[in-house]
């Protein structure tokens, strides 16, 4: 086996969890069934023109999505008490808002190639089985869990 492709580890892929740029993911055998462990790799953000126009336009959609409604509701409450819950609708929308557009910077791609990475700190776990064209547990155990 030469280069490890996303395509190659696949069947090793237990479970993958993404929190903003960091990707989790848990491996197995494909063979056994049996969890392997565990690693971690970051993410880099997809650079292409059309990748970063559509992010702009998610930020955009999403932001006068969640600040109209702010607007609308500090609009109907008036006075001192306006003022309070304004600056808290506000304060609420702008992490509504980060929270919306974390991911739009990321491509599927982008997310193939951590978990790529990922794999790369556990491989030692694993060995290439020609007949399954698959990674296999090797027999020495199981892969700690590793940050890339």
Request: proline letters at 1%.
């Amino acid at each position: 086996m030469s280069a490890i492709t996303y395509d190659s580890i696949e069947d090793n892929i237990e479970q993958v969890s993404v929190h903003g740029g960091v990707v989790n993911v848990s491996w197995k055998c494909p063979a056994s069934g049996r969890r392997i462990g565990s690693s971690t790799a970051s993410m880099t953000a997809d650079q292409s023109m059309t990748s970063r126009v559509g992010a702009s336009v998610k930020r955009s959609i999403a932001s006068e999505m969640i600040y109209g409604a702010a607007r609308i509701v500090s609009g109907l409450i008036g006075g001192a008490a306006g003022r309070v819950i304004s600056n808290a609708v506000y304060t609420a929308a702008n992490d509504i808002n980060t929270r919306a557009v974390a991911g739009v910077d990321y491509s599927e791609a982008s997310r193939r190639e951590a978990i790529v990475l990922a794999f790369e700190t556990v491989k030692s776990s694993f060995e290439w089985n020609e007949s399954r064209r698959q990674f296999v547990a090797t027999t020495s155990g199981s892969a700690q869990a590793a940050d890339v």
